[in-house]
């Protein structure tokens, strides 16, 4: 009969591995009865009931046949029964993991940290080999407690659990995904810091680059050796990866490069019609960056006819929405995103933005917007994005002080971002205070670099201003050029630097700049009020 048991056995394992459940079920059931309830018959029934989605099922055979560790005293007497019941060492552990999980897709993720809160996790590195194929069991039984904290709302004790799950073995991806761009529960500085410390092999080196690389994507003034990093792990033979592929391509987003960031993403678009995650997010926000309406509609029209319930559908068309300027429609369709999926911090920032767009059109002070920001910034706490667009709304209702804090607040969860220290800059100039607001436009300036795009003219155009405030004519005047070798048809730094020409009493030039401004924009009023002034200066000095 032996025999018979173990032709059983495989046919139940058979039947799993081709996903044939009930057929599984079935076999795994005569090797229940034919071993006598061994342990790993048990447990071979249990797993076949779950991948049946019989989690109910799978729970209470588990807790029945005494395989689920619930209390201390219970751990010890399994301990001394493992040798005369011939279980697999880790049986009780691989038992208590799976009737977790079977709890937390119940919903009952206070029973799902009970079960593994009773497990012990003893893990030591040094009885490991150097290289192993597969992801430690201590590592996956810490990123389901970490999950479970997550539903709680307990982001302390979740981000503790995700990072034990990765100290014990650092190739588990998803816990360093449930870290950063999932849940965002890692801020840059720690999150390198921590990177750092994990143990891996040389051979998995890779993998911490590719970590550090997703850590620094919003690092404008390390985006290039990060996209030399980046395209270091290409030529290892991940060239058509798509972890590598989203991980470049949102380096080139946060450094204002939408064109290379979207050619990326629609590659892969137009090689898996069915993408998600992280590269389809960088496709749409790219798109309404470049204004591709008519590409944003479409692929908004086929995300809701394939996914009509998935956040990320609602909040393809909501970006569609707000690109065409139709708020109220935007607003409705980033609600939905929401309410599908309240923990989606893109569609709270993308209601926060239509909110914000509304009133500023309406001109009025409502915060309405400031609370989508700040419903944002409780699903991500260590990210300085939400603190950015709270700070940027507060300074347009004119709360200087307010604004100031978040933006501060913003830079020191990532001190990488020029965008931070623009709108730092902006506070300052209208607080009056030239000579701190040059400093901070100079910083964006060089965390640039050579990264300095178009986007960045309006900084170098604000620092003209500071020097010309501070009557520093020359520079300003150097400042002006600059931002005219990036943009040389706008009409209002024609219009600055002939005013500062004007106040060093050099009309001729003055004249000069005020005309190439109106011939850019003919109705540019501050040209045409400066240039008559001039003109009358000019003959008073006479």
């Not at 913003?410 to 001190?415: D, I, K, N």
Request: charged share 25%; hydrophobic share 35%; proline share 2%.
């Amino acid at each position: 009969m032996k025999g018979e048991l173990e032709r059983i056995r495989s046919l139940a394992e058979d039947c799993i591995s081709k996903r044939l459940w009930d057929s599984a079920i079935f076999y795994s059931h005569k090797a229940l009865s034919l071993s006598n309830k061994e342990g790993k018959d048990v447990f071979r029934l249990a797993q076949s009931y779950f991948f049946n989605q019989q989690w109910n099922r799978s729970l209470h055979l588990l807790r029945e046949n005494n395989l689920i560790s619930s209390s201390k005293q219970e751990q010890d007497y399994w301990k001394k029964q493992k040798q005369s019941l011939e279980l697999d060492p880790s049986l009780t552990l691989k038992s208590s993991h799976l009737a977790a999980e079977c709890a937390a897709l119940l919903g009952n993720y206070l029973e799902c940290i009970r079960i593994l809160g009773e497990v012990e996790v003893e893990y030591n590195p040094s009885n490991e080999s150097s290289i192993r194929n597969e992801i430690h069991l201590n590592s996956a039984i810490c990123l389901l407690r970490g999950k479970a904290f997550l539903f709680l709302e307990n982001r302390e004790r979740a981000s503790h659990w995700f990072k034990r799950a990765l100290e014990i073995d650092a190739m588990n991806y998803e816990a360093f995904e449930c870290l950063t761009d999932r849940h965002n529960l890692l801020n840059y500085l720690d999150g390198l810091d921590f990177v750092s410390s994990l143990e891996l092999d040389e051979e998995s080196g890779w993998l911490r680059d590719l970590y550090e690389s997703k850590l620094k994507k919003f690092e404008v003034s390390e985006s290039g050796k990060v996209l030399e990093k980046l395209e270091k792990l290409s030529e290892r033979g991940l060239k058509d990866d798509i972890d590598i592929c989203t991980a470049i391509a949102e380096v080139h987003y946060y450094k204002n490069d939408f064109q290379s960031s979207f050619n990326i993403s629609n590659k892969w678009m137009t090689i898996d019609p069915f993408l998600q995650g992280n590269m389809l997010i960088i496709h749409i926000s790219s798109m309404v960056e470049l204004g591709k309406k008519n590409e944003l509609f479409y692929l908004a029209h086929k995300l809701t006819e394939n996914f009509p319930t998935a956040p990320f559908s609602h909040y393809a068309v909501g970006c569609y929405y707000l690109l065409i300027g139709k708020l109220e429609l935007a607003r409705t369709n980033f609600r939905r995103c929401t309410s599908a999926d309240d923990k989606f911090s893109f569609g709270w920032i993308g209601f926060g933005h239509s909110l914000a767009r509304e009133q500023q059109d309406k001109s009025s002070d409502n915060d309405q917007a400031i609370s989508a920001y700040r419903s944002a910034s409780r699903i991500m706490p260590d990210s300085h994005i939400p603190q950015l667009c709270i700070g940027i709304e507060l300074m347009r209702m004119g709360n200087l002080e307010l604004a100031y804090q978040n933006i501060i607040k913003a830079q020191e969860f990532c001190p990488g971002d020029p965008l931070s220290y623009n709108e730092q800059g902006v506070i300052l100039y209208r607080s009056k205070r030239y000579s701190d607001a040059s400093t901070c436009f100079q910083k964006v300036i060089s965390l640039c670099g050579e990264e300095m795009s178009e986007m960045w003219e309006t900084t170098m155009f604000n620092l003209g201003n500071c020097h010309r405030k501070m009557k520093q004519y020359e520079e300003a005047i150097k400042t002006y050029n600059a931002c005219l070798a990036v943009s040389p048809t706008r009409s209002s730094t024609h219009s600055m630097l002939g005013l500062t020409y004007q106040l060093m009493d050099k009309f001729d030039q003055a004249i000069e700049q005020y005309h190439i401004a109106l011939s850019a924009d003919q109705g540019d009023p501050f040209a045409v009020m400066m240039l008559n002034r001039c003109l009358e200066s000019m003959v008073f000095s006479q």
